[in-house]
């Protein structure tokens, strides 16, 4: 199973950018895809999650509104649009999979039973 996060760069408050997450060796139909982010010294935190066959879709309160998560089970890849972006966007970005993952757990990152490597997201005030 690999997941490749790509999409990074640096942007202008305000700016948008589309992350994608290629994932290969299991498929959308089973798997809920999830993005979180991590900033040094922190925990890594949950940002957005698509549940299997795109059932439901979960944010989180600091994102809400701002970013779109999406998939195409054709090209088995997740993206993670993210718009009126802010300086506290600024993380590393990962996409993880797992194999069910409900309301209330989305967002813990020890569920998770694969990740990609990361990309990263700089947001300039």
């Known amino acids: 199973v690999q997941l490749q996060a790509s999409g990074g760069g640096l942007v202008q408050t305000g700016g948008s950018l589309r992350l994608s997450c290629v994932i290969s060796?299991?498929?959308?139909?089973?798997?809920?895809i999830a993005w979180f982010r991590q900033v040094p010294g922190k925990e890594r935190e949950g940002v957005s999650c698509?549940?299997?066959?795109?059932?439901?879709?979960y944010y989180s309160d600091s994102v809400k509104g701002r970013f779109t998560i999406s998939g195409d089970n054709a090209k088995n890849t997740v993206y993670l649009q993210m718009n009126s972006l802010k300086p506290e966007d600024t993380a590393v970005y990962y996409c993880?999979?797992?194999?069910?993952?409900?309301?209330?757990?989305?967002?813990?990152?020890?569920?998770?039973?694969?990740w990609g490597q990361g990309t990263q997201v700089t947001v300039s005030s």
């Open positions: 698509v549940s299997r066959s795109g059932s439901s879709t």
């Open positions: 060796g299991l498929t959308l139909d089973w798997y809920a």
């Open positions: 993880a999979a797992d194999f069910a993952v409900y309301e209330s757990t989305w967002s813990e990152f020890t569920g998770y039973d694969y």
